[in-house]
């Protein structure tokens, strides 16, 4: 059973940084790879997608996340069948405060944020930037 896990959210001032994990488990590494990606959900809004990485190196991002986030992936491999991925969030304001959730697709390196393409899920780390 797949498995996500975040962590490395917290409290933090703006303009300061934060960098989150997710490490994938429980899935069977395949030469077709995986693709992950960060969400987040702020209070009163609709969830929003902020960046994709691929086993493969290739990354993608929401128009808005570019200037500020940095995605990154270690691939899993034949001898460790564990995927993490990471964001890098630098000079964070307020209106970042959120729930910041990784998800998952297995046996595919197509980059996509569309919330519905994602099978699995983490339950997600709090971000809370005080002004």
């Known amino acids: 059973q797949v498995q996500l896990a975040e962590s490395g959210g917290g409290s933090v001032q703006a303009g300061g940084s934060l960098r989150l994990s997710c490490e994938a488990s429980g899935f069977t590494y395949s030469k077709y790879g995986m693709v992950m990606a960060w969400f987040r959900q702020a209070p009163g809004k609709e969830r929003e997608g902020i960046a994709v990485?691929?086993?493969?190196?290739?990354?993608?991002?929401?128009?808005?996340m570019k200037d500020r986030f940095i995605v990154s992936m270690d691939s899993a491999s034949m001898d460790n069948a564990k995927s993490t991925l990471y964001l890098q969030m630098d000079r964070l304001k307020p209106e970042d405060t959120a729930i910041y959730s990784c998800?998952?697709?297995?046996?595919?390196?197509?980059?996509?944020?569309?919330?519905?393409?994602?099978?699995?899920w983490g339950q997600g780390t709090q971000v809370t930037v005080s002004s």
């Open positions: 998800a998952a697709i297995l046996y595919t390196s197509r980059l996509t944020l569309q919330q519905i393409d994602f099978v699995y």
């Open positions: 990485s691929n086993s493969y190196g290739g990354t993608d991002y929401a128009a808005s």
